[in-house]
């Protein structure tokens, strides 16, 4: 049975009252030891401490060190742009011989132990060649460990181990670092360990596939895995609970599938009650966000809703699930299974259902199961899966889960250690790298998928190949800066400093503008390949033939120093496949130029209309949306603040050579770390056409103004037509305004292109329309946010798939077929009014835009 109270009451007890005592004997005695032990470390190795970016302190490591004469301290040559803190990263302790830590601790207590690794170039060391072991009382927590090739397999520029130490009668921990003796002048390094103390939080664990059997896993040690708070964003170790500052990822990167559910929040007015629950379980964000299956729910009862997070074989694993219904407040009325690795973890006849284990709304709690990874071909996968229960014939069919850890438990020979990846061949040809022989493993070898963590940008999409070709007929993994192994990464996103220089400091390359006037044969007019609100856009060419996009301000563009800064400051720190990356920046001769990836096929908006291009297919503009969907709700949700993009728009959605979308522009973005409000005041920026209307009169932004915009975006793709177009009648010259009273009165597909007549899906068409009327909702409140919009356009594509594969759509004699020739000719105007900044000047301004101020017209 699971054991849902931490501890029998007399053991509280017993804490309690020895907890009093320690601090009564502290204070008689004033024993430095007492204070040490009791207060989280964080040790800076090789350097002499200080405060980071957080304002959290770490100590200089001397005085832990038991040898110091094979040691030596060294200051990495290279910050990593994902790197957004110096401590503890740039600089390491390097071991060419055993060495050990000595801290002390308290007997009888459970510990918290991180290691920060950053395999950068040390002078004089090859980090090719680091591999050692690592060992802490007596159990192995890394055995011939190389942080390169796992930051690499990851794609991750630094790495956090995490593990949970069982209690012991020792006062002292020893931890010791010993370089590997089958490599030629092997070393091994550290850059910063962290050790906190925490209360026993593993018990009773269902055993998952055996019934009514239970594991005791209290004196047991741990390797924390994963920690995502589901449906929810990133949250910092800052405002984690129980001061065990740990990090929790958004769960994006893990979905698998396009039903992935969507994102729900506890209304402000729901208290989360923790009662017998220990705080130290989880954040009260982790209860306030979930993930659930949707409203419908007769769909619902056709897919399970799938996380897959690849681990290590032959460990046995703890899989953690945390729930809180904040939304029913009845037993039976939200019932599930619950699947780990295709074996029932909680389902019919005893399926979960939160309220009636926890009693009421509100009230957190989670379950345990443990499951045993074999290493059989494609076995070192865990696979959660929800589905609603019929058994117990609930009143809605839905599932709901608010947060997962996974932790991998120590073997019987007290081993925590598992093989290096393996880095694909992908991975090896895009650094160009050649081939490294890595040590001998088992007849099992595996790739760790995850995400852009900064070693190389063209790393950014590679790692989740096996699993997009093994496990799905379209479409991979969404990309993303958390990784298969989350503690690796952060999501942090800074304020931004007064001045460019101090603000992205090592974060990207800095280029001379005599390198960049090389790179653009000296901004050559035949080179301009856009022009923009900042200035012209240039195409380039830098050392070894990278092809890039140079984006040059115009003095007189009121587009001046705080863009550029806010550009610089935003991409710096972000990475994802669906966001354009910054190489590097020029402030330099009096010029601001920016550096990008040079996306080859251009702006979404060249191939929907004014062009002699080819016409995209409604499949093709389905997966542009969806692509740049998954773009804005990362940076809603994936960061450490909320990022509002500001100027969501079809030229600032970007197409590479493979047609993959990428989100663009950041000079205008906001972000929101003061959202307490759940808004920022500000002055309205943006572009006309696209500008949520009660930011406009209120002057308060929120991520719903991002909706609004995409919403227009999502029109443009189906009309393919600019969003503003004063040539035409007053009631048509918003494409907004004009669509959403064409879908008032049936009559959408008239204005829809031409040249997808009988080729969209209807049921598609439905929910791709009913999506988009539902972002352009005046009211911000009523507006689904991007993760839910992204759901609906995923499922748009997969009926419009299904329908291409029983033979497609019929086509329909409609007033849209049969004045298709006269519509073409129409939308065939300039699009000049398509793009106009607030800071441009229009004619008969009050009509066009008299819906921002009487909304009641619409």
């Known amino acids: 049975m699971f054991l849902r109270v931490l501890f029998p009451f007399s053991n509280t007890l017993k804490n309690r009252q020895r907890l009093l005592l320690s601090v009564v004997w502290f204070s008689l005695s004033f024993h430095v030891f007492v204070l040490v032990s009791s207060k989280p470390l964080a040790v800076a190795c090789g350097s002499s401490g200080g405060k980071d970016e957080d304002g959290r302190n770490w100590e200089p490591d001397q005085k832990f060190l038991k040898t110091s004469g ?19 990263y740039m600089n390491a302790r390097i071991f060419t011989s055993p060495a050990t830590y000595r801290f002390p601790i308290k007997s009888k207590e459970q510990y918290l132990v991180r290691f920060h690794f950053y395999p950068s170039a040390y002078p004089n060391f090859n980090i090719s060649n680091s591999f050692f072991s690592v060992t802490a009382g007596g159990l192995t927590l890394m055995n011939n460990f190389s942080a390169e090739i796992t930051c690499k397999a990851l794609t991750q520029a630094y790495l956090v181990r995490e593990y949970s130490l069982a209690p012991s009668d020792s006062e002292f921990l020893n931890v010791t670092f010993t370089p590997s003796t089958k490599y030629t002048n092997s070393f091994a390094f550290v850059n910063g360990i962290e050790l906190i103390s925490m209360p026993n939080l593993f018990g009773e664990t269902t055993v998952v596939g055996y019934d ?11 390797q924390t895995m994963f920690r995502l708070n589901v449906g929810g964003q990133f949250i910092p170790p800052s405002n984690d609970s129980g001061g065990l500052l740990r990090s929790w990822y958004n769960d994006d990167p893990y979905i698998f599938g396009s039903a992935n559910g969507i994102h729900t929040e506890a209304n402000k007015h729901v208290r989360i009650n923790y009662e017998q629950l220990s705080r130290s379980s989880a954040p009260e964000d982790v209860y306030r966000t ?11 009862l056709k897919f399970n809703l799938t996380w897959l997070f690849q681990v290590d074989a032959n460990f046995t694993y703890i899989v953690r699930l945390h729930f809180c219904e904040f939304k029913y407040d009845m037993a039976n009325q939200r019932v599930f299974n619950i699947y780990i690795n295709n074996q029932s973890a909680q389902s019919d006849p005893t399926p979960a259902d939160i309220f009636a284990w926890t009693g009421g709304m509100g009230i957190p709690t989670y379950r345990d199961y443990a499951i045993s990874v074999n290493d059989g071909t494609g076995d070192e996968m865990i696979r959660i899966q929800m589905s609603p229960s019929t058994e117990s ?7 709901l889960l608010n947060g997962i850890e996974i932790f991998k438990l120590n073997d019987e020979n007290k081993n925590l250690a598992g093989s290096n990846p393996q880095p694909s061949s992908m991975l090896l040809e895009a650094g160009n790298e050649p081939p490294k022989s890595f040590e001998p493993k088992s007849n099992h070898s595996f790739v760790i998928a995850g995400a852009a963590g900064g070693v190389a ?31 690796g990464n952060s999501h942090a996103t800074k304020s931004n400093s007064s001045n460019a220089s101090a603000l992205v400091q090592g974060l990207s390359r800095r280029f001379s503008i005599s390198e960049i006037r090389q790179a653009t044969r000296n901004f050559d007019d035949s080179n301009v390949i856009g022009v923009g609100g900042f200035g012209k856009v240039y195409k380039g060419v830098i050392e070894g033939g990278t092809k890039v996009a140079v984006k040059r301000s115009n003095p007189s563009s009121e587009q001046g120093i705080n863009e550029f800064e806010t550009e610089v400051g935003m991409l710096s720190k972000l990475r994802h496949k669906h966001l354009v990356s910054l190489i590097g920046f020029c402030e330099d001769g009096g010029e601001m130029c920016l550096v990008y990836d040079y ?35 990362y940076l809603h949700t994936g960061a450490k603040y909320t990022i509002i993009h500001r100027d969501v728009k079809t030229t600032n959605i970007l197409l590479d050579e493979k047609w993959v979308a990428k989100v663009s522009d950041f000079g205008l973005s906001k972000t929101g770390p003061g959202m307490s409000q759940g808004h920022i005041s500000t002055m309205v920026k943006g572009s006309f056409g696209y500008l949520d209307p009660e930011y406009f009169r209120r002057q308060q932004l929120t991520e719903k103004s991002d909706v609004y915009s995409f919403g227009v975006v999502l029109f443009e793709a189906l009309c393919a037509r600019p969003v503003l177009n004063p040539s035409l009648p007053k009631e048509q010259v918003s494409l907004a305004d004009w669509a959403l009273l064409c879908h008032k009165n049936g009559t959408l597909e008239d204005i829809s292109d031409p040249h997808l007549k009988g080729k969209i899906d209807q049921a598609c068409l439905q929910k791709f329309t009913d999506t988009a009327v539902k972002c352009l909702s005046d009211q911000g409140i009523e507006r689904p946010n991007m993760g839910d919009v992204l759901w609906n356009l995923e499922f748009a594509l997969q009926l419009q798939e299904s329908s291409d594969t029983a033979g497609g759509s019929i086509e329909r004699d409609t007033p849209a077929s049969r004045d298709s020739d006269e519509r073409s000719q129409r939308q065939g105007n300039s699009s000049q009014g398509s793009d106009i900044e607030l800071n441009e000047e229009l004619n008969n301004q009050d009509d066009i835009f008299s819906q921002l101020f009487h909304p009641q017209g619409r």
């Open 457 to 487: 940008a063209a790393f950014v999409v590679v790692a989740l190949a096996f699993l997009a070709y093994r496990e799905r007929k379209r479409g991979g993994f969404d990309s993303h800066t958390s990784s298969w192994l989350p503690l």
């Open 212 to 222: 009514s059997s239970d594991l005791d896993v209290s004196s047991e040690n741990f």
């Open 599 to 633: 996306m080859a096929l251009g702006t979404f908006r060249e191939h929907l209309y004014n062009n002699k291009k080819p016409h995209l297919s409604w499949k093709q503009r389905l997966e542009i949306c969806i692509g740049a969907a998954r773009g804005l709700h």
């Open 290 to 300: 979930a993930r659930e299956m949707g409203l419908d729910c007769d769909l619902n």
């Open 70 to 88: 094979s040691t030596t301290q060294l200051q990495a040559d290279y910050q990593d742009p994902s790197l957004l803190t110096i401590i503890p």
């Open 393 to 399: 014939k609930p009143q809605y069919y839905d599932s």
